[in-house]
């Protein structure tokens, strides 16, 4: 089965701009978890939906949201940016069956300049 | 709340060595395990799994161990080789919760060498 896909995979902003981010989970999966991962914090919990519903939040200022359709596919956005955004973010997909195991996107690097 | 520890490294090894990287947790319940891989360039994938008491997850030649009573879940390969070089993530989801919401180590680089 196709794996989770993020678009775009690189992109640069500068600060004050906002940006949304795509992820496209793998065929029959319901939740979406988005995770920011940083050489200094490591790999942290932003938010999961489930059937359009965010269902966990991590600890994140408002700047940071998602949404999720009622394909599954998911967006996060982040609003006024600023370099301490800059970041992988990664995509993961969950569904019935898979005994909580998480399938991980390529992630989307932002660069905050 | 959850917490995952792991040996930060780096670690460098040469090609055939034994690897240990230590992982303990603090979590209610009895949360499940995980090591995650990372290799250059790409996302996270599942190396192995334990979601009891000592349960064994393995796969690859990786072995972890559940370890209820030392909170612990270290992971370990008797012979690493060149493509093993990645950063690895010990990981954990509470019971009870949602199962989708993992709480990570920081990873530990391995390098090895030929």
């Known amino acids: 089965k196709a794996g989770v896909t993020q678009t775009p995979r690189y992109l640069i902003k500068t600060r004050g701009q906002q940006v949304t981010l795509s992820c496209s989970p793998i065929?029959?999966?319901?939740?979406v978890s988005w995770y920011q991962q940083t050489p200094g914090q490591g790999l942290q919990f932003l938010f999961e939906?489930?059937?359009?519903?965010?269902?966990n939040k991590g600890n994140f200022p408002g700047r940071f949201s998602g949404r999720q359709f009622s394909n599954s596919r998911s967006e996060m956005n982040v609003s006024t940016l600023e370099l301490g955004d800059s970041a992988l973010y990664l995509c993961?997909?969950?569904?019935?069956?898979?005994?909580?195991?998480?399938?991980f996107g390529e992630g989307s690097r932002l660069t905050v300049l | 709340g959850n917490s995952v520890t792991q040996m930060e490294g780096p670690v460098t090894l040469s090609e055939e060595a034994f690897l240990t990287i230590n992982c303990t947790y603090t979590?209610?319940?009895?949360?499940?395990l995980f090591w995650y891989v990372q290799y250059p360039g790409e996302g996270l994938q599942l190396l192995l799994k334990?979601?009891?008491?000592?349960d064994k997850g393995s796969n690859k030649g990786f072995e972890a161990t559940y370890r209820k009573e030392t909170t612990s879940f270290h992971l370990e390969k008797g012979s690493v080789q060149v493509s093993d070089s990645a950063v690895y993530f010990c990981?954990?989801?509470?019971?009870?919760?949602?199962?989708?919401?993992?709480?990570f180590g920081k990873g530990t680089l391995l390098t090895v060498n030929p």
């Open positions: 939906y489930f059937s359009e519903t965010q269902r």
């Open positions: 065929s029959g999966h319901r939740s």
């Open positions: 993961a997909t969950g569904g019935q069956g898979e005994n909580g195991e998480l399938f």
């Open positions: 334990a979601t009891k008491a000592d």
């Open positions: 979590a209610t319940g009895y949360p499940s």
């Open positions: 990981a954990l989801s509470s019971k009870g919760g949602s199962n989708y919401k993992l709480t």
